[in-house]
Nanobody, 124 residues
Framework: QLQASGGGLVQPGGSLRLSCTAS????????IGWFRRAPGKEREGFSC????????SYTDSVKGRFTISSDNAENTVYLQMNSLKPEDTGVYYC???????????????????WGQGTLVTVSS
């Protein structure tokens, strides 16, 4: 299972770091992806990392502002979010799959291990 944490209230332009902690499976064998669901919108996959190869991918909506990384010793993936905008508001989730690229991020049904999300609110 995967558990996202670290959400909160932040002002526009601010930063936040989310964590995704894994348990119950061999961390190195998988790709971890980050998704979010904004109010009234569909779930959006926007970043992933291949744990073994450290390959990363981002969608245009977050590229240059968000950075994904992993700590294999802690079985944790981090998402550093900078220059946050009100449109980044939503519930953030992490999940696992076996491939990391933009195409895979559009196919949420190929991810599993979804846990409870963490709420990020960007507002002044």
């Amino acid at each position: 299972q995967l558990q996202a944490s670290g959400g909160g209230l932040v002002q526009p332009g601010g930063s936040l770091r989310l964590s995704c902690t894994a348990s119950g499976f061999i961390f190195d064998d998988y790709v971890i992806g980050w998704f979010r669901r904004a109010p009234g919108k569909e779930r959006e996959g926007f970043s992933c990392i291949s744990i073994r190869d450290e390959i990363t991918s981002y969608t245009d909506s977050v590229k240059g502002r968000f950075t994904i990384s992993s700590d294999n010793a802690e079985n944790t993936v981090y998402l550093q979010m900078n220059s946050l905008k009100p449109e980044d508001t939503g519930v953030y989730y992490c999940a696992r799959t076996t491939r990391c690229d933009r195409g895979r991020l559009r196919l949420g049904y190929l991810f599993d291990g979804w846990g409870q999300g963490t709420l990020v609110t960007v507002s002044s």
